[in-house]
């Protein structure tokens, strides 16, 4: 029992899931052609999207064609805020659903991304129905409208966010996760994915820089520069996760939000808004990283930590987790922080990618 239960990670009941799943193409010139503008193509696009997700009952799905990445995060309000390079989209599962399309009608996007965003109470219990029934929608766009276009990129993204205080905030439930990678629980629930595809698990946290840690850490703050308050955190953290054993992690303190992807997909890379960090999960080598701006005292400072692949031992990333939470918690103890106020949000990420 004790060997079961060490794969199990007990995460607060009032933790929240989320999962949508991007689809994006290259279009190509002879697609625009068919059109008197990009705005037309784009439009004769979302009519037969929209229509086949009615169908297939999917019920908040986005047409997006201004090569700005989308952000999806939760929110008991939806909107949608744009920026030069992201797009993001607040929502609540259980209520919001949309049909809407986001492009310039006379600016020929460079891809065309297709947003699909999970809808219903129970999401990871669903999540391979949805994605079947995304898979069917894509399909017909492709023996139809899409047919002579290049292969869809395929990314389902899938995340559960909750407090690390939530228990000194009154929370006492918990549910132990053993946190199935998804091909693995795909498989068992007749969705079939293609063999050849990329997984990816990852753990992120935030530590926020507030008065009572500026006043902690005053010390190393009323220096010429933040070099050694920021390396007083990425240090701890490279100390917590040699200590569990765990390979892979970065810190990011430059002002842009982390990005995670596998370096056999893409490669490390940053611009005004996005930090783009590449892993790759198959080596057993230590990739320990920091990307922060010595001259600028940032808001929020971003770890991540990545499983890789002898992290999951086919039973789940339940351990990972519990690696995890043990940084996290050794971490943020000595902080000045007040667990019954404030809040350190940790998320667990599961991704799948591949083309279709």
């Known amino acids: 029992m004790a060997s079961l239960s060490q794969h199990r990670v007990y995460i607060p009941t009032t933790a929240r899931a989320n999962q949508y799943i991007l689809a994006e193409f290259k279009p190509s010139d002879s697609l ?4 008197e503008n990009p705005g037309q193509c ?5 009519r037969q999207l929209f229509a086949l997700c009615d169908e297939y009952q999917l019920h908040n799905v986005h047409l997006i ?13 939806s909107y ?26 006379e600016q ?24 079947a029934n995304f898979k069917k929608v894509l399909a017909s766009l492709q023996d139809t409208l899409l047919k002579d276009e290049q292969q869809f990129k395929l990314r389902d993204h899938q995340h559960l966010t909750y407090d690390l205080f939530a228990k000194a905030k009154g929370t006492k439930e918990s549910y132990g996760y053993k946190l199935r990678g998804l091909y693995q629980r795909y498989q068992s629930r007749q969705c079939t994915l293609p063999e050849q595809h990329n997984e990816m698990t990852y753990a992120t946290f935030k530590i926020p820089v507030t008065r009572t840690i500026k006043t902690q850490f005053q010390h190393l703050l009323n220096k010429h ?7 007083h955190f990425y240090t701890m953290l490279i100390n917590q996760c040699e200590t569990k054993q765990l390979q892979i992690a970065a810190m990011v303190a430059n002002g842009c939000m982390p990005i995670i992807r596998n370096s056999k997909i893409d490669k490390n890379d940053v611009n005004s808004e ?27 400072m971003h770890f991540i930590i990545v499983a890789n692949e002898n992290d999951e031992q086919g039973i789940g990333h339940g351990r990972f987790m519990n690696k995890v939470e043990s940084v996290i ?17 940790v998320r667990f990420f599961q991704h799948i990618s591949y083309y279709h």
Do not use: W
């Open 225 to 231: 520069n933040y070099s050694e308050f920021y390396q």
């Open 329 to 345: 918690r050794n971490m943020v103890d000595p902080l000045a922080i007040n667990k019954e106020r404030q809040d350190i949000t």
């Open 80 to 105: 949608c805020l744009q920026t030069n390079k992201q797009i993001l989209f607040f929502y609540n599962p259980r209520y919001h659903e949309a049909h809407k399309c986001f492009y310039d009608t």
């Open 274 to 300: 996005l930090q783009k960090l590449s892993f790759a999960t198959n080596e057993s080598t230590t990739q320990y990283s920091h990307h922060f701006d010595d001259q600028k005292l940032v808001e929020t």
């Open 32 to 35: 625009y052609a068919q059109f």
């Open 108 to 131: 020929a996007s460079k891809k065309i991304r297709f947003l699909f965003l999970a809808t219903g109470d129970d999401l990871r219990a669903n999540s391979a129905i949805f994605h």
């Open 65 to 77: 064609a201004n090569d700005k990445l989308p952000i999806v995060r939760f929110h008991e309000e």
């Open 42 to 46: 784009y439009e004769r696009l979302a």
